[in-house]
């Protein structure tokens, strides 16, 4: 039986899972945002929303508990120099999950991963044929 295990598995092993959560939250601190399926964005949550609350904190030790969880410096950085700070006066709650459809190979529920109050990165719309020949018949 299987009273008070809480854990979701995702159907691997507690190595392949930490890791794999680890690389989830790198992405969604890095990009902001990240689609994935429901399950996995509901594990990752609560391994996002705890790095938060060490960014918060933000002592040496804190800094080096994201680092071992996290292996990735350049998103321990960013986690402290800017997600953490824009999450100072906010008591919890730092991400919010957004249902999407059913993935068309499977069918499994996916779902935007992404933080509730830092803006999302915006990328630049890619520039299509017509406005390229417009630009250079006015060059």
């Not at 008070?4 to 159907?11: M, Q, V």
């Not at 933000?58 to 800017?82: C, M, P, W, Y």
Request: aromatic share 2%; charged share 25%; proline share 4%.
């Amino acid at each position: 039986m299987r009273h008070l295990k809480r854990t979701a598995k995702l159907g691997r092993t507690g190595t392949h899972r930490n890791a794999m959560l680890a690389n989830l939250v790198c992405s969604l601190i890095k990009h902001k945002r990240v689609t994935t399926t429901l399950a996995k964005a509901k594990a990752a949550r609560s391994v996002a929303e705890k790095m938060v609350t060490l960014g918060k904190h933000g002592t040496v030790h804190d800094r080096r508990l994201a680092s071992s969880r996290l292996h990735q410096e350049d998103a321990v950085k960013i986690l402290f120099n800017e997600i953490a700070p824009s999450q100072k006066q906010r008591p919890g709650g730092y991400t919010r999950i957004v249902k999407l459809n059913q993935r068309q190979g499977d069918a499994s529920q996916l779902a935007i991963l992404e933080w509730v109050d830092v803006p999302a990165s915006a990328e630049p719309a890619p520039e299509t044929k017509p406005e390229k020949e417009a630009a250079a018949a006015k060059a």
